[in-house]
């Protein structure tokens, strides 16, 4: 049953829905992450009620969500925002007012201004209550993300218009003028390192046309007196769905008070645009870190901007053009009077402003191997690594998917072997077995610490969806992994009362924590930062699936041996007391020996292997 449901846990993290409600990074685009890959195109067969047409402010309007018997509310997600077209992405993006929680439900986003469930639904009918802000802020829509199944679901329905009479009425004709489409931009990198400084990732990439860029992230630099002209590019996959690129200058290698630009590819016409901003160290851009978001502005020392969108062959690029003054006097602009670490990342937007960046486990996101020196027409390239983290991750390896896993086994069907051997003067499965998890102690202990350093403190994990419980996970099996062995110090003597008790107390916080430290494992393998390769993970698989074959293997054994061993053993005792010296009579091997012995060898060989390639590729990647 343990390997059942440590290989279930393990194996398929990722395809659990939000049924407690959706993420954070769910407030811009109301995608509920983890349902499917799109939702529903087709009308929705659910309708948006309003009870009122106009309100004023601090008014409250009933907002009612109805389905049928056949198309049953299993979740949903509802944000208020201001409906005019006409208005700025940054006005149309803010959700307002707020909505009082009914059974099932939490606030959610900036200001707790949405409304989404906390626990799955059942319903037909969701009745809400919406108060406006204090002050009318125009004419408002309602948005909602209804979820029926986990691969069923329509995103963003609208309501009708909620008029504020005191805001201008909604033109109905409103027309702009298309801006131009903008051309290609032909990067130069034969020049890196002679006439323009290069950042390049991957090293000795080239990004000439929009059909033959090799570039995750591209930067170029040179130096014109009081300015720097830059040029930055970037291939994007588009299974990403990414619209920005953008690069941060910083003192280090995380991310956190960092002079940033972002190339910005609007949803609705492409159009790129260059913004620089200020990332406040602990926040997102998803959560309000832009202090402040300004377009190509010479009073902020970015002018000459020029960008370019295209999608060619599965790819999409984003280019950019723009000028920097050396010198800005402005505190959240820094000036190029010192050597930086370059910070890329690249993501999805709302409207034009930058969300979250996006994970994965090759591209992103990235910070340089070396500060820069943007006075210097130098070729940079190579990723920063966190030897910490690699350290963290190393050890925890070793401690739960070998020494851990091999005590376990041990433990469970390996106490009857060996019966005339004793090592340390104590049965040979005890000696290995306590000696294998004191070994997961330490190791585990080490990791805490070393991560904690890292992070200086207890940190949120820079990830996306349920991989968000790394650090939660971790200090709940470092926990177990301290409490196991100190219940074993004061555990009962065998055949006393309360021994069954300590017996179950000590396999279940002992199993618990294995299951938990595995799945932990998988989680950290998404952390950028970890530098995994995407196949470790699948060597992970191939262990979890091998654990599972194993126990159940050696499971089915014992069950087949049980009646020969005990039959033996009861003929032992019996020949015991008939000869006066039976005290002196070795304890008959079990039956089935051979075979448990080469499963432990088998075992323990491959469990070292995938181990020590595991190490390998997260030491050196």
């Known amino acids: 049953m343990y390997a059942i449901v440590l290989g279930i846990l393990t194996v398929f993290p990722a395809v659990l829905g939000f049924s407690g409600g959706p993420p954070d990074t769910a407030c811009a685009d109301m995608f509920p992450s983890g349902h499917g890959p799109a939702g529903q195109t087709i009308p929705a067969p659910y309708s948006i009620q309003l009870s009122a047409e106009n309100y004023a402010g601090g008014d409250t309007v009933g907002v009612t969500i109805s389905g049928t018997a056949s198309d049953m509310i299993k979740g949903f997600f509802i944000q208020a925002r201001r409906a005019d077209p006409s208005l700025s992405a940054v006005d149309r993006a803010e959700i307002l007012g707020s909505f009082a929680t009914i059974a099932n439900t939490k606030t959610a986003c900036a200001n707790n201004a949405a409304l989404s469930h906390s626990a799955q639904l059942n319903t037909q009918t969701v009745a809400l209550m919406w108060t406006a802000p204090s002050a009318p802020a125009g004419h408002i829509k309602f948005y909602v993300t209804i979820v029926k199944a986990r691969a069923t679901f329509w995103v963003e329905e609208e309501s009708m218009i909620l008029q504020d009479p005191t805001a201008p009425a909604i033109a109905t004709n409103v027309t702009t003028t298309p801006r131009p489409p903008q051309p290609a931009i032909l990067i130069d990198t034969a020049g890196c390192g002679s006439t323009k400084g290069c950042y390049r990732e991957p090293d000795n990439c080239a990004c000439n046309s929009p059909d033959r860029c090799s570039c995750d992230y591209l930067l170029t630099w040179e130096l014109n007196a009081n300015k720097v002209a830059f040029e930055m590019a970037a291939s994007l996959s588009e299974g990403d769905d990414a619209r920005y690129v953008a690069f941060g ?10 002079s940033v630009i972002a190339c910005v590819a609007s949803p609705n016409d492409n159009f790129v645009s260059v913004y620089s901003y200020y990332n406040n160290a602990g926040e997102t851009p998803g959560s309000g870190s832009i202090f402040p978001r300004v377009a190509c502005n010479p009073a902020f020392g970015v002018d000459d901007c020029e960008g370019y969108f295209a999608s060619v062959n599965g790819r999409r690029l984003i280019q950019c053009t723009f000028t920097r003054d050396v010198t800005v006097n402005n505190d959240m602009v820094m000036s190029f009077n010192r050597d930086y670490y370059l910070l890329f990342a690249k993501g999805k937007t709302a409207g034009e402003i930058v969300q979250k960046h996006v994970f994965d486990h090759q591209h992103g996101p990235l910070a340089s191997k070396l500060p820069i020196n943007f006075m210097m027409k130098k070729t940079y390239s190579g990723r920063a690594s966190y030897p910490l983290v690699k350290a963290h991750g190393i050890l925890m390896i070793i401690a739960w998917v070998l020494t851990s896993s091999i005590a376990i086994i041990m433990a469970r069907y390996y106490k009857n072997m060996w019966p005339n051997d004793k090592l340390c003067g104590e049965k040979v499965w005890f000696t290995n077995h306590r000696t294998l998890q004191i070994s997961t102690l330490l190791f585990t202990i080490i990791a805490f610490i070393l991560i904690f350093l ?62 938990l430290g595995c799945i932990n494992i998988f989680f950290g393998m998404n952390s950028h930062k970890s530098g995994t390769p995407w196949w470790v993970t699948w060597i992970m698989v191939v262990w979890i699936l091998i654990h599972f074959i194993v126990e159940i293997t050696l499971e089915i054994h014992q069950c087949c041996m049980h009646k020969k061993n005990k039959d033996k053993q009861e003929m032992f005792e019996m020949s015991k007391k008939s000869d006066p010296r039976g005290d002196l009579t070795p304890t008959p091997e079990p039956s089935g020996r051979r075979f448990k012995t080469f499963m432990l060898a088998f075992y323990v060989i491959v469990t070292f292997i995938l181990v020590a390639v595991m190490v390998i590729a997260i030491a050196v990647s």
Do not use: K
Not at 249 to 258: E, H, K, P, Y
Not at 475 to 498: E, K, Q, S
């Open 249 to 258: 200058l910083s003192t280090d290698i995380q991310m956190g008070d960092d």
């Open 454 to 515: 890292e992070a200086m403190g207890y940190s949120q994990m820079d990830a996306p969806g349920i991989m968000v419980a790394h650090p939660i996970l971790g200090i709940i099996v470092t926990a177990f992994c301290v409490i196991n062995p100190v219940m074993a110090l004061f555990r009962c003597h065998p055949g006393t009362d309360y021994r069954p008790i300590f017996n179950w107390l000590h396999w279940g916080v002992g199993t618990l924590a294995h299951i």
